[in-house]
């Protein structure tokens, strides 16, 4: 069974950083693409993040390009998301999902098969 579980959310000041984790286990992790999705209340589900793991190729939505690097540690099948220069905007719920193929980031993440339960990021101005 395909199961990904995130870590990392808190509470954190404008201007600062969080580092997201994403532990995937259920399928052979190097055939696979992982993508981070946030949803704000209020708001539909976006994508931020993704990266090919067989190639480590990844992609960002505008908002939050130089700020937030993803990562992939395929020894540990986990991915993380580092978060820098935090700001109130980035508060959401968020989610790591698994694709097959080349990941991408497009609309709600609907090609997307499995995702994690989330996890919350409040960001204080």
């Known amino acids: 069974e395909v199961q990904l579980v995130e870590s990392g959310g808190g509470l954190v000041q404008a201007g600062g950083s969080l580092r997201l984790s994403c532990a995937a286990s259920g399928f052979t992790f190097d055939d696979y693409a992982i993508g981070w999705f946030r949803q704000a209340p209020g708001k539909e589900r976006e994508g931020v993040s993704c990266i090919n793991s067989r190639d480590s190729i990844t992609y960002y939505t505008d908002s939050v390009k130089g700020r937030f690097t993803i990562s992939s540690d395929n020894r540990k099948n986990t991915v993380h998301l580092q978060m820098n220069t935090l700001r109130p905007e980035d508060t959401a719920a968020y989610y790591c999902?698994?694709?097959?193929?080349?990941?991408?980031?497009?609309?709600?993440?609907?090609?997307?098969?499995?995702w994690g339960q989330g996890t919350q990021v409040t960001v204080s101005s």
């Open positions: 999902a698994v694709k097959f193929g080349i990941c991408s980031i497009e609309g709600q993440g609907e090609e997307y098969e499995v």
